[in-house]
Nanobody, 118 residues
């Protein structure tokens, strides 16, 4: 069974920084794209950033220049460095990965809360 476990969320003041981590574990043959999504109250879940196994990245326009996604393939872990945080970044952040196990599927973490407030 494959699991994604996120960590690093919390409360931060506007302009501050947080680093999210997400580690995949279980019977994993390979991991393709890994990414972060977020969902604010009353809004749909949206893509924040994603990174392929080749290291190609893609960001939502709202976070470009402020957030950086990276991965450590040896540790099956993806990171999201969030700088210059704004109140509108407040949301539950979910890790996502396309993982080959006995089959290939899209897996989600349980979510970690990020709150940006003074």
């Amino acid at each position: 069974q494959v699991q994604l476990v996120e960590s690093g969320g919390g409360l931060v003041q506007p302009g501050g920084s947080l680093r999210l981590s997400c580690a995949a574990s279980g019977r994993i043959f390979s991991i393709n794209t890994m990414g972060w999504y977020r969902q604010a109250p009353g809004k749909q879940r949206e893509l924040v950033a994603q990174i392929t196994s080749d290291g190609d990245t893609n960001y939502a326009d709202s976070v470009k220049g402020r957030f950086t996604i990276s991965r450590d393939s040896a540790k099956n872990t993806v990171y999201l460095q969030m700088n210059s945080l704004k109140p509108e970044d407040t949301a539950i952040y979910y890790c996502n990965a396309i993982i080959a196990t006995t089959g290939t599927g899209r897996y989600w973490g349980q979510g970690t809360q990020v709150a940006v407030s003074s």
